[in-house]
């Protein structure tokens, strides 16, 4: 299967920040994967037999997406932003469920404990 060219942005001539990923996290069971984005985006999707459906996309933040992380169970993902800001996601339905401030400075990785 062959994809498809990202089209660019007509000023800059680079693809636009909804376009750049900046993070991604694929959940133990292979079933969902999530894509932090540079303008700010969090993107879910679902994976099966290969092919990615896009589930949901949401724009919480301004700042980029630093960091993305699911729970070991998979229903929650936790997301890091350069604004210093961990927000709580639900897996199924798509949504955020807390945003809570971390930090004065990026937040740059997470971990479940």
């Given at each position: 299967?062959?994809?498809?060219e990202?089209?660019?942005d ?8 909804g376009a750049?990923?900046?993070s991604?996290d ?60 961990v ?7 798509f ?9 004065s400075?990026?937040v ?6």
């Amino acid at each position: 299967m062959q994809g498809k060219e990202l089209p660019l942005d007509a000023a800059t001539k680079e693809l636009n920040n909804g376009a750049k990923g900046r993070s991604i996290d694929i959940d133990k069971q292979g079933r969902y994967a999530v894509l932090g984005m540079r303008d700010g985006s969090v993107r879910l999707y679902k994976i099966a037999k290969g092919a990615w459906q896009l589930m949901g996309v949401d724009k919480t933040r301004k700042s980029w997406i630093q960091c993305v992380k699911f729970s070991p169970n998979g229903r929650q993902i936790a997301v890091g932003s350069h604004d210093g800001f961990v927000d709580l996601y639900d897996t199924e339905p798509f949504a955020c469920k807390k945003k809570m401030k971390a930090s004065s400075s990026a937040v740059t990785q997470l971990d479940w404990s």
